[in-house]
């Protein structure tokens, strides 16, 4: 015999309209007994987008996308109760769902809305489509979750973080690039140290991927902005626009890196864009949209450049310093960003590269890349647009 939510389901999901939700929510709504086997019902659909390749943080940020931020929080309730099946999860998991939005109550007094919410949030579920799979999935055997850290890798971290909070913190610009330099420098001498490490123990890592979420709004600025932190700290970042994420291919140490720096640096840039828009609005400009789209592309794009010339100044440093010279510390980090590049391009065979342009606002541009160098202020400006893969 059909089960209530066999027929809520039949009706619901596989129909659009309005009409065909209230009809499953209304058989759902009735059925008080069926509460439980409705939500066993939606863990089995965020298993299968496990299957798909999706993983928490890219589920909740998806259904925001489509849905709304209850939809969002109802989603995270399921994944909490699916993932506790598992006796260990794969490190970013862990992370991922304890930032997940709280859990919502279930069995609400208005049934009806409720199982309508469900019923919704099912409907996106059942239609994810499969991405590339990044990392071991939950319930992956434990000797392929964890990559053996580096004898200083915990203590670099903490003083990379230390060193962004600061600069997310202090009100005046000048320390807050000073300070988000010398991180910069820090992840890149990390990743030489790795490089060489990794050479001389013949370790047998390989490139890995995460994703990390562009979120409206002013995409297209933020995805530059993530590829070129990438580029600086060799990776590869590969743009989702209808999806809402960019997938990072790198080795995990530089992951790690891209992932800090990526967030401070947008977190920074979009406090700076509200210091100068504040000062447009106060001279009468009106205009604020164009204005924050231009700050951001300007901000990435010489940011972009700074990053790059600060990440290419350590590695010459470090190649004075340890006396490898072009016999040694360039080969394996050539080797290094080969493998990058094979991996990505594995994962990635479609690929193409937009320029993006349409950035016609100068006052925004201007301040943009003042905020993100401002010991270059008296150069010339490059070009109001911008290259991003996807």
């Known amino acids: 015999m059909e089960s209530v939510i066999d027929r809520a389901c039949a009706a619901a999901l596989y129909a659009e309209g309005d009409a065909a939700l209230d009809t499953g929510a209304s058989l759902l709504a009735a059925a008080p007994d069926a ?8 863990e089995e659909f965020v298993r299968r987008a496990w299957d798909r390749g999706w993983h928490p943080a890219d589920l909740v940020r998806f259904v925001r996308r489509e849905l709304d931020e209850r939809r969002a929080a109802l989603a995270a309730t399921l994944i909490a109760a699916e993932t506790a099946r598992y006796a260990e999860l794969p490190p970013r998991w862990l992370q991922q769902l304890a930032e997940l939005p709280p859990p919502l109550p279930r069995n609400r007094p208005d049934r009806f809305s409720y199982a309508a919410d469900l019923l919704e949030l099912y409907r996106v579920l059942l239609r994810l489509p499969a991405i590339e799979p990044v990392g071991p999935p939950p319930g992956a055997a434990a000797d392929h979750l964890h990559r053996p850290p580096a004898a200083d890798e915990p203590r670099m971290l903490t003083r990379i973080r230390a060193l962004l909070a600061k600069a997310e913190a202090t009100g005046f610009p000048e320390e807050a690039e000073a300070l988000t330099t010398k991180a910069q420098e820090l992840m890149a001498r990390h990743t030489i ?5 990794a050479a001389r123990t013949h370790s047998s890592e390989t490139p890995g991927a ?14 530059i902005l993530l590829d070129a932190v990438a580029s600086a700290n060799r990776c590869r970042a590969v743009w989702n626009e209808d999806l809402g994420f960019s997938t990072v291919v790198g080795f995990e140490a530089d992951l790690e890196a891209v992932e800090l ?3 401070s640096l947008l977190v920074q840039g979009t406090a700076a864009m509200t210091r100068a828009e504040a000062g447009q609005r106060a001279g009468g400009r009106k205009r604020t949209k164009t ?22 100044r350590v590695t010459a440093a470090a190649e004075s310093d340890t006396g490898q010279g072009g016999g040694g510390l360039l ?6 960003d080969v ?15 937009t320029r993006l342009r349409g950035v016609s606002d100068l006052a925004g541009w201007t301040h943009g890349t003042e905020a993100a160098d401002r010991a270059r202020m008296g ?11 996807s």
């Open 35 to 42: 509460d439980a086997e409705a939500h066993l019902r939606g």
């Open 193 to 197: 140290d790795e490089a060489l490490l």
């Open 210 to 223: 995460c994703r990390i979420g562009v979120e409206p709004p002013y995409e297209s600025a933020k995805a």
């Open 261 to 263: 720096l990526f967030t």
């Open 291 to 312: 204005f924050r789209q231009a700050f951001l592309m300007g901000y990435a794009q010489r940011l972009g450049r700074r990053l790059s010339a600060d990440a290419e």
């Open 331 to 336: 080969p394996v980090l050539a080797a290094r």
């Open 339 to 353: 493998a990058v590049a094979d991996t990505a391009e594995r994962m990635f065979p479609r690929t193409t590269t």
């Open 379 to 389: 150069g010339a400006s490059p070009r109001p647009d911008g290259e991003i893969t």
